[in-house]
């Protein structure tokens, strides 16, 4: 059974940095491409970031582009986002998934996920 869980939010203020991390409970962890989503109050789950099985590949969306930083600790079975210059519109439940196919590439879908953490909440005062 995958398990996945997100630790590293909380409460800064607007041009602070936070890191979150998101340890997974998998048997071979480098199978798995890895991503980072978002979903505000009243707002869909929106595509944050995603990083391929060994780590050479990554993306993002074009909202946090520069400012944050997506890698994995393959040895330490960790995702990680480096957030920085924090926006009080980057406030959101950050969750991590997982995608287990046999995809070649790293994908910004929902749907190519199938497992999900419960998210750790981040909120950025003005």
């Known amino acids: 059974q995958v398990q996945l869980v997100e630790s590293g939010g909380g409460l800064v203020q607007a041009g602070d940095s936070l890191r979150l991390s998101c340890l997974a409970s998998i048997h071979t962890f480098s199978d798995y491409h890895m991503g980072w989503f978002r979903q505000a109050p009243g707002k869909e789950r929106e595509f944050v970031a995603a990083?391929?099985?060994?780590?050479?590949?990554?993306n993002y969306a074009d909202s946090v582009k520069g400012r944050f930083t997506i890698s994995r600790d393959n040895a330490k079975n960790t995702v990680y986002l480096q957030m920085n210059s924090l926006k009080p519109e980057d406030t959101a439940v950050y969750s991590c998934?997982?995608?287990?196919?046999?995809?070649?590439?790293?994908?910004?879908?929902?749907?190519?996920?199938?497992?999900w953490g419960q998210g750790t909440q981040v909120t950025v005062s003005s």
């Open positions: 990083i391929s099985r060994r780590g050479g590949s990554t």
């Open positions: 998934a997982a995608d287990g196919s046999r995809r070649l590439v790293i994908s910004g879908t929902i749907a190519a996920y199938n497992y």
